[in-house]
């Protein structure tokens, strides 16, 4: 994760989680490099390591997590959820449609999206000088 999980309340917390479910689904499938970041996730949350249930619909999910987290919350979900779709290297129009929903369902504009993607790409680019630079 970027590090910001640790900011949301712990109902907040497990709702992302569900929704990673979700976000990770929405090509179909859970691939195993977003099964482990997910684990991950829970280990920067204090969370026991699994996959949660869904139990609910992804449409009832956005209205609690509407109703329960505050703005801030819901910029750290996006950003995480964002990071997560993008980690095998792919960003498809299945993706992109899914992120889509999130941002009407949280009440952003679209152009937040390519916001938050753009200084995502940055801060991943970042990340790889960084560990470059280090394995020298």
């Known amino acids: 994760g970027i590090m910001f999980l640790k900011l949301l309340n712990v109902d907040a917390k497990e ?15 859970l691939e195993n490099e977003e099964r482990l970041l997910i684990f991950e996730y ?4 204090n969370l026991k390591e699994e996959i949660p249930e869904l139990t609910e619909s992804f449409e009832d999910l956005m209205s609690e997590m ?10 750290i979900v996006l950003l995480e959820i964002l ?10 129009k299945k993706e992109k449609e ?5 941002i009407s369902k ?5 152009i937040a ?19 470059e630079l280090i394995s020298k």
Do not use: H, T, W
């Open 15 to 29: 709702k992302f989680l569900k929704l990673c479910v979700f976000a990770s689904n929405s090509n179909g499938f």
């Open 42 to 45: 829970c280990r920067e949350m």
């Open 66 to 75: 509407n109703d329960v987290m505050s703005l801030k919350e819901k910029k």
């Open 83 to 92: 990071a997560l779709i993008k980690c095998d290297g792919v960003y498809d």
């Open 98 to 102: 899914f992120m889509k929903k999130i």
């Open 106 to 110: 949280f009440g952003f504009e679209d």
């Open 113 to 131: 999206l390519d916001e938050y993607n753009d200084l995502l790409e940055k801060y991943m680019q970042i990340g790889k000088e960084l560990f």
